[in-house]
């Protein structure tokens, strides 16, 4: 069964350093999304791309976050200047019909930790 | 915004029982209902679904109920297994951003 893969499964970094956490959507998929569980707290949504722009963001999603599609298959969330809270679990969902209210795909996540 | 709050936070059930998650959502413009099952170091994986016009789906041992008038939707096991141990999430969601709860741990117990 197709599913939703995300590199790397755990990152350390230090505060102030910048990651790219990466995912690749499933293949036909064309919707795409990021969210983030902070350890203990609900699975909160950051970004919905699609068409190769941002569809959709949450408050969290500040000038801190962007998102990229650099090719075909790759989906990557870059995160700058870290801080301490934005350690979490970071997932990856991908939908495979352009348009609200359809499936969401999930990745096994990205455990963040920010040093 | 809309708000999805779930109960109970941990469930254990004897292998065989059935065990009930429920959640309530505030937004009554919410219109599509997934559950997820989460199991140790994976991601969520959608078990069932179920859209505002329906009150009732099925799928083996699971179902997902929906009461829109009092914004409330539950999910049921029956027959539960030891491998059905796992947090459960539910949420809710008026376009693309979909809203969690807090999820369930459910514990069966053999």
């Known amino acids: 069964e197709p599913e939703v893969t995300q590199t790397p499964s755990h990152q350390v970094t230090q505060m102030g350093q910048e990651v790219i956490l990466r995912c690749v959507p499933i293949s036909n998929h064309l919707y795409f999304y990021w969210y983030r569980q902070i350890l203990g707290q609900k699975v909160e949504f950051l970004v919905s791309f699609y068409n190769n722009e941002i569809s959709e963001k949450s408050e969290i999603f500040d000038d801190q976050f962007s998102v990229e599609r650099p090719d075909g298959s790759n989906f990557t969330l870059k995160i700058r200047s870290t801080k301490l809270e934005d350690s979490a679990m970071y997932f990856c969902?991908?939908?495979?019909?352009?348009?609200?209210?359809?499936?969401?795909?999930f990745g096994d996540g990205t455990r963040l930790s920010i040093l | 915004g809309e708000n999805v709050e779930q109960h109970p936070s941990t469930l254990s059930v004897q292998e065989g029982d059935s065990a009930v998650i429920k959640c309530t959502y505030s937004?009554?413009?919410?219109?599509?209902f997934p559950w997820y099952k989460q199991e140790l170091g994976k991601g969520p994986q959608l078990i069932i679904d179920?859209?505002?016009?329906?009150g009732e789906k099925k799928d083996q041992r699971i179902a997902v109920t929906l009461n829109k008038t009092a914004k409330h939707f539950s999910l049921h096991i029956t027959e539960t297994q030891p491998e059905d141990s796992a947090v459960y999430f539910c949420?809710?969601?008026?376009?693309?951003?979909?809203?969690f709860g807090k999820g369930t741990r459910l514990s069966v117990i053999a």
């Open positions: 949420a809710a969601s008026t376009g693309t951003p979909l809203v």
């Open positions: 969902a991908s939908s495979d019909v352009a348009g609200s209210n359809q499936p969401q795909h």
């Open positions: 179920i859209r505002s016009n329906v």
């Open positions: 937004d009554s413009a919410s219109n599509y």
